[in-house]
Nanobody, 124 residues
Framework: QVQLVESGGGLVQPGGSLRLSCVAS????????VGWFRQAPGKERDGISC????????WYAMSVKGRFTIARDNAKNTVYLQLNKLRPEDTAVYYC?????????????????WGQGTQVTVSP
């Protein structure tokens, strides 16, 4: 059974940092491109970052570029998302998912396995 489990969310003040983890079981995550998505209350779920299976390519949405960093540790079957300089508008449920591909231009859906999400709340 394939599972992706996100963790690391929480309540943080503006300007703070969090590191989200996406741990996979039941599949070799190093064979997949992985994306991070988020969904704020009342809004659609949006892709914010992805990393290719070979770590050769990453992509970031303009809203997070320069503040968030995606990385993977294949030995731990884990993909991380470092969130720095957090803003109240970053408040959302954050999800990881396998995707069909990731390049510097974005990602394509496919081979989608999703985690259950982790809540990030940025508030004074």
């Amino acid at each position: 059974q394939v599972q992706l489990v996100e963790s690391g969310g929480g309540l943080v003040q503006p300007g703070g940092s969090l590191r989200l983890s996406c741990v996979a079981s039941g599949l070799a995550l190093d064979s997949y491109a992985v994306g991070w998505f988020r969904q704020a209350p009342g809004k659609e779920r949006d892709g914010i970052s992805c990393i290719s299976s070979s770590q050769g390519a990453t992509w970031y949405a303009m809203s997070v570029k320069g503040r968030f960093t995606i990385a993977r540790d294949n030995a731990k079957n884990t993909v991380y998302l470092q969130l720095n300089k957090l803003r109240p508008e970053d408040t959302a449920v954050y999800y990881c998912a396998t995707v069909a591909s990731c390049s510097e231009y974005g990602y394509l859906h496919g081979n989608d396995y999703w985690g259950q999400g982790t809540q990030v709340t940025v508030s004074p």
